[in-house]
Each structure stands twice: as structure tokens, then as C-alpha cells.
């Protein structure tokens, strides 16, 4: 297959949406499985242990820092920041904090805990910090091939040791995997509910909040922050970033012929419905600039969301500005969870 030509353009996706609530099950069995296809196949069968260890703890006056690792290299070690509230009521909720993604600085779960950025001066960036001060337990874990997760002597987000261990995994695979571990991590701890775990992230992190709550249906709320868009209509060097090997690879060919897509990513934010989503989007985000498409998609969205029982629990919030996570996105996300995860949303 040839590469994709500097015009290439994503076709439609030829995926039907259910019309009618019987139709649902069947609907996000060809989701999944188009989904886990794009994402690609890890090396075992049965997870892996988590042998989670404690590798130092920080007070923060209000909270505990813990630099946590977990995982083995059969699934790959996460570094992560596990942040838990010192004054708790039995059980709380707990929020997978998930980072933007940045090539350079190379920050990785540092961003979401306060301890580097922002990217813009004045965003409000260190939700994971934010949270855990309002009572949430908080875990912010890196990405493969970013922060401590970066392979010595290449660049963040260099896949290639990765693409060498893991020929038939992706790096998007991998994080979408890493998401579930998350939550297994959560649910070991004392101090959480293992019922009211909810994910957030912007950009990349509201991406992977999106496919991780697709793939995993313990997380039982998600928001992302300029997360995702369709890809009809994403033409150019957009759309052939979209199929470099850290992000989708197996879109290349489908983007090299002009074929239509096997899943789109409006059918994997479906996927999570019922479940309380919130999308955050910036009115003038130029990653996602593809104003029509994405319109008709939360259209579809919405009216899935009301096929599977889900009315009421699908928000969009436009704000003002570029990619980023505004004051605007801080205070949407915070009521967002408050509303539905924060004491089980009752």
C-alpha cells in the first residue's frame, strides 16, 4: 500500500448507527471489534499482575503525593502520581486523570499534577491537583512513550522499541489498555468506591478518556476537553498525523485508497452512553476545525445516548478560545463530576 499523498482526505465511514433501541447490542459488538482492530492485539491473553509499589510519598499540606509504579514488562511498567485527599469520609470517588500530550516539553503525568506546565499561561491546567483539593483520589499515570515511559535516548513519543516489543500492539492500544489498569489500580485502593471512577483528560488525555471508557465499562463517568473529532473530513497533513504509528497506524491504508473508514470516532464516543459524558469543546480549536462534521456527529450522539436510556447524560459545552484547558473547562468539568460522580450522583 502507498503512503497517503500530502492531499489525502478520510472518506466516510461506512459503520451504520442503530435506529432503533433493539439494534444497540449489535451495534457495539461491530464497535468494539472495529475499534480493537484499529488499536491492535496485545502479547497475552490474561492481564498480567499488577504489582503495584509505592516508590515515595510527598505531603502536599492537603493531600499525599505518591509516586506509584505498577505493571510488568509483559504489558508495559506505568509511573504514575497516585494523589489522595488526608481528610476522607469512608470511601470517595476517585477521577483517572489523563494528560494532554505534548511532544516537547515531555511532560506527561507531571501536567495533570501541578508539578510542570502550563502550556499557556493562565490555563488552569493541574486538574488532577484541582480534584484531589475538592476530595476526589486522583491517579495520573504517563503514556507510553512519554514522561518516565520514554525509552532512553529517543523522543517522546518515538514508538519504535515499542513497535519492536509489541509488533502487533499500538501505542494507542497500549494506552487504551492502560486506562483499565488504572481503574484496577483504583479499585485495589481502601480508600476508593470502586463504583464512582471516572476519567477526564484533554487533547490526547480526552481521547484516551473517550476510547478507555468505550473498552472498559467501570468507568462510570468521563469528560474530555478538545478530546476528539470525526475524522471525515480531516484532509492534509492533519490527516496523515492522524495515521503516524503514535497515534492510529492502521488508518494508513484506508487513508492512502480513499475507502471508507471502518470506525469512526463519534461511534466510539456512543459507546459510552449511558454513562454520564461531558464534552468540552473550544470554539476556536484548530485541531479540530472540521465544524460540520463534528456538529452533525454530536447530533448522532445525542440521539444515541436517547436510544440507550441515556437522556440527560450526554452534555456539549462550547467555550470561547483555542486547544486548551480554559478556567471555562475547570469549572465544567468540576460540576460535570460533581453532578455524577461526586457521592455516587444521587
Not at 48 to 63: A, I, K, N, R
Not at 102 to 118: H, I, Q, R
Not at 235 to 263: D, E, I, M
Not at 321 to 327: D, V
Request: net charge negative; aromatic share 10%; glycine share 12%.
Amino acid at each position: 500500500m502507498s503512503d497517503p499523498s500530502p492531499d489525502a482526505a478520510f472518506a466516510s465511514c461506512d459503520l451504520p448507527w442503530p435506529e432503533i433501541a433493539a439494534e444497540i447490542p449489535g451495534h457495539r459488538s461491530r464497535v468494539r471489534q472495529a475499534l480493537t482492530n484499529l488499536l491492535g492485539h496485545p502479547p497475552f491473553e490474561e492481564a498480567p499482575p499488577l504489582f503495584v509499589q509505592t516508590v515515595y510519598t510527598s505531603d502536599e499540606g492537603g493531600y499525599w503525593r505518591h509516586k506509584v509504579q505498577y505493571g510488568t514488562p509483559n504489558d508495559d511498567v506505568v509511573y504514575a502520581w497516585l494523589l489522595i485527599p488526608k481528610q476522607l469520609e469512608g470511601c470517595v470517588s476517585a477521577v483517572i486523570c489523563l494528560p494532554g500530550s505534548f511532544m516537547t516539553p515531555n511532560w506527561g503525568k507531571d501536567g495533570p499534577a501541578g508539578l510542570a506546565g502550563p502550556a499557556t499561561a493562565g490555563d488552569p491546567e493541574a486538574y488532577g491537583r484541582d480534584l484531589v483539593r475538592r476530595g476526589y483520589v486522583v491517579l495520573c499515570p504517563d503514556y507510553p512513550c512519554c514522561g518516565e515511559r520514554t525509552t532512553p535516548g529517543l523522543m517522546s513519543h518515538d514508538t519504535t522499541e515499542l513497535d519492536r516489543r509489541f509488533p502487533e500492539w499500538t501505542r494507542v492500544g497500549l494506552s487504551a489498555w492502560d486506562v483499565s489498569r488504572a481503574v484496577d489500580v483504583l479499585q485495589g485502593r481502601p480508600e476508593v468506591d470502586g463504583r464512582r471512577i471516572g476519567c477526564v483528560g484533554w487533547s490526547q488525555g480526552g481521547q484516551m478518556s473517550v476510547i478507555g471508557a468505550a473498552l472498559d465499562a467501570r468507568i462510570g463517568a468521563v469528560v474530555s476537553v478538545c478530546g476528539w473529532g470525526p475524522l471525515r473530513g480531516v484532509s492534509g497533513q492533519r490527516a496523515v498525523n492522524w495515521a503516524q504509528s503514535y497515534n492510529f497506524p492502521g488508518l494508513r491504508p484506508y487513508l492512502a485508497s480513499g475507502s471508507p473508514l471502518p470506525v469512526d470516532m463519534d461511534h466510539v464516543v456512543a459507546m459510552v452512553a449511558p454513562r454520564p459524558f461531558l464534552d468540552v469543546r473550544a470554539v476556536e480549536d484548530n485541531v479540530f476545525d472540521n465544524r460540520a462534521e463534528i456538529e452533525a456527529s454530536l447530533r448522532r450522539i445525542g440521539a444515541a445516548y436517547e436510544l440507550s436510556g441515556g437522556e440527560g447524560r450526554f452534555g456539549v459545552a462550547w467555550l470561547p478560545g483555542g486547544h486548551a484547558y480554559s478556567a471555562g473547562a475547570a469549572r465544567e468539568t468540576e460540576a460535570w463530576l460533581h453532578r455524577w460522580l461526586w457521592r455516587g450522583g444521587r
